[in-house]
Nanobody
Framework: VQLQASGGGLVQTGGSLNLSCAASGDTISGYAMGWFRQRPGKERELVAAIAWGGSYTTYAIPVKGRCTISRDNAKNTVSLQMNGLKPEDTAVYFC????????????????????WGQGTQVTVSS
């Protein structure tokens, strides 16, 4: 499966962005999906993940309450709505697919994910 992330950009503190991940080559309906980010000088980390059933989600503590992950299996897409953005959210954001997912589990470790998109840059100015 190929993943294409989009929607990044430059926003001011407090602004919002909606990131989208479009999948091709296979359906993602049976995969857990995640959004990860890599800040300068830091390791890649989970932002949010969603089980393939859509009802189970998990978030990193720094973004909980500010971000919402969702999926549309019919359109083969996953989205990340980010509100209240802060300068520390500046990073390259990646979407990823976990082929071993279950309908009620979304794993958090980057190593568990099998397919990765190319990343989209999010920059939050202070």
């Amino acid at each position: 499966v190929q993943l294409q992330a989009s929607g990044g950009g430059l926003v001011q503190t407090g602004g919002s962005l909606n990131l989208s991940c479009a999948a091709s080559g296979d359906t993602i309906s049976g995969y857990a999906m995640g959004w990860f980010r890599q800040r300068p000088g830091k390791e890649r980390e989970l932002v949010a993940a969603i089980a393939w059933g859509g009802s189970y989600t998990t978030y990193a503590i720094p973004v909980k309450g500010r971000c919402t992950i969702s999926r549309d299996n019919a359109k083969n897409t996953v989205s990340l709505q980010m509100n209240g953005l802060k300068p520390e959210d500046t990073a390259v954001y990646f979407c990823a697919a976990d082929v071993a997912g279950s309908p009620i589990v979304a794993r958090r470790a980057p190593a568990e994910y099998d397919y990765w998109g190319q990343g989209t840059q999010v920059t939050v100015s202070s």
